[in-house]
């Protein structure tokens, strides 16, 4: 019975990922939840990633309160496995959730977390891609001059890691903020 369970279960994976690429999450979403009924209890990390890609889906249907719970429950099982990466990705999730919502202090809580737990592992990727969740939640607070500090850091690291689209989008966050912190420069030159 566990062997045909844990198949049942990849087949409701694979048909969430179909629906998925097809921009159906309502679809994803019922497969996901289908294969986690199906899922043997052993297969922690394969449930991990059942909650995380649950998350996705439930972001893409604007059901924010629902991701960050699957998104807490994939994080949770990724610690437990002691999979650093796992852990920080969803952390970096929850920031995304809660930047999609506006909750800015809580969004730069997780990123800085997931920021954290990737450097602990000196996972350069992750490093770079939460500098520059960083840069855009402080810009969107205005506080441009933060935020070119984390855009600039993550265009250095994406070069590095010859991340070539990457690195263009931060450039133009970086051109695009500029003439703002000269704005704010003068600013507070007249005070």
Not at 154 to 168: C, F, I, M, N, V
Request: proline residues 1%.
């Amino acid at each position: 019975m566990g062997n045909s369970d844990y198949e049942n279960a990849k087949q409701m994976n694979l048909a969430a990922g179909e629906c998925l690429k097809k921009n159906d999450f309502v679809g994803a979403l019922e497969n996901f939840s289908k294969a986690l009924e199906f899922l043997p209890e052993g297969e922690l990390e394969a449930k991990a990633r059942l909650y995380s890609n649950m998350g996705h889906a439930q972001v893409g249907l604007r059901r924010y309160i629902d991701a960050l719970s699957s998104f807490r429950n994939a994080a949770e099982i990724f610690e437990q496995l002691g999979d650093k990466i796992g852990r920080a990705e969803q952390l970096g999730n929850i920031g995304s959730v809660y930047r999609d919502i506006e909750k800015w202090g809580a969004s730069l809580d997780s990123y800085f977390k997931s920021l954290e737990a990737f450097k602990e592992v000196d996972h350069k990727g992750g490093v770079a891609d939460q500098y520059s969740n960083i840069g855009y939640a402080y810009s969107r607070q205005g506080e441009i001059k933060k935020a070119l500090q984390f855009f600039e850091k993550a265009k250095a690291l994406y070069d590095e890691l010859g991340e070539e689209r990457k690195s263009q989008l931060c450039d133009q966050n970086i051109q695009t903020l500029k003439p703002y912190m000269k704005e704010q420069d003068s600013l507070n030159e007249g005070s």
